[in-house]
């Protein structure tokens, strides 16, 4: 009896070591730490030690267009070689199979993009935006149903997850003004707040996200918390002027974000321009200020990240980077 219940107990404990083991090496292969709760305090970014943080990450192309770039392996990549810790999942409303456009069966489809997205960011220890990408649709009202019924089901999903970033309106633009945006934006965060009070919300402005002084000037309500005001450029067209809106916001006490940039013109495309580029990026580290790039795809235009004629999803040699990608790696190294 005493040798079998010794063989029992000897059976039991290395049991327990392998299991132990085997937790462990599983823990380090499925990614690195979850980031740290975000809180906006003033004009800046805080996380939940306190400390001063800029955001710097990549923003995928239209979820429909390029889905197959939301995969482990690149968010991985990129935080490792790249030195990001945010990636911004750019989800169409109005083109292209747009969540809004498509039928029920491509809604799906981009909801469960969002969902691996999320999954994947945290995984790698990334910060993850989900963007409610207006464009073509330009009043943000012009869906507002529809984006009440997608953030409730955001919300409601991922409330406590210290990562998610969710942005309301990527660029109102036409005939639309700051008390549309601002009405709309009230109301999607009543029903964000309902379901999670402490995320991060980053909300749009006229003329594509550039006017932030204007909403400066009449600012959302304080009570919904933790909102930060989206701030869109791109180097070869958005100079000196936008930066003196943008400041002019800052003085007035206004928590910028670049949810959006590129070191080409406004239209994603032509030539790039890398001494308004650098101008660019010591105003945004000078005042710790999130930024975004446009763009994680393979499209043949200068501010997608992969050359054309490159098909590989991760794992990118220099070689394979477009002029835009490697200047830009290079300043968030």
Excluded at 13 to 30: A, E, P
Excluded at 51 to 71: A, C, D, F, M, R
Excluded at 104 to 109: D, E, I, P, S, V
Excluded at 155 to 173: F, M, Q, R, T
Aim: overall charge positive; proline content about 2%.
């Amino acid at each position: 009896m005493q040798g079998k219940r010794g063989k029992v107990l000897f059976g039991a404990t290395l049991l327990m070591v392998v299991l132990v083991v085997t937790f462990v090496v599983n823990s380090k292969k499925t990614g690195a730490k979850a980031p740290l709760e975000l809180k906006v305090q003033g004009t800046h970014i805080m996380n939940s030690k306190g400390k001063k943080l800029q955001l710097k990450g990549i923003s995928t192309h239209g979820l429909s267009w390029y889905p197959e770039y939301v995969n482990k392996k690149a968010f991985k990549y990129m935080k490792k070689n790249w030195n990001i810790n945010t990636v911004r999942l750019a989800m169409y409303t109005a083109e292209y199979n747009g969540y809004c456009t498509g039928d029920a069966a491509n809604r799906q489809r981009l909801i469960k993009l969002i969902d691996d997205g999320v999954k994947y960011a945290e995984e790698a220890g990334l910060y993850v935006i989900i963007d409610w990408h207006i464009l073509s649709d330009g009043n943000p009202m012009t869906y507002k149903k529809e984006s009440l019924e997608f953030f409730k089901m955001m919300a409601k999903k991922y409330n406590g997850k210290s990562h998610v970033i969710y942005e309301i309106c990527n660029e109102p633009n036409g005939a639309v003004t700051w008390n549309n945006v601002k009405t709309y934006a009230e109301s999607v965060l009543e029903v964000i707040r309902k379901y999670d009070k402490d995320a991060i919300v980053i909300v749009g402005s006229p003329t594509w996200s550039q006017d932030v002084d204007i909403a400066a000037a009449d600012r959302i309500s304080e009570k919904y918390g933790n909102v930060v005001y989206a701030l869109h450029f791109y180097a070869a067209t958005h100079g000196e002027n936008l930066r003196q809106k943008a400041q002019k916001a800052l003085d007035a006490g206004l928590p910028l974000f670049v949810s959006e940039f590129g070191i080409c013109d406004a239209s994603g495309n032509g030539g790039i321009n890398k001494k308004e580029a650098k101008k660019w990026f010591k105003f945004l580290k000078t005042n710790k200020i999130a930024m975004i790039a446009w763009n994680l795809s393979n499209k043949n235009e200068s501010s997608a990240f992969i050359k054309s004629g490159c098909n590989k999803l991760t794992g990118w040699k220099k070689r394979e980077l477009s002029s835009s990608a490697r200047f830009v790696i290079d300043k968030y190294k």
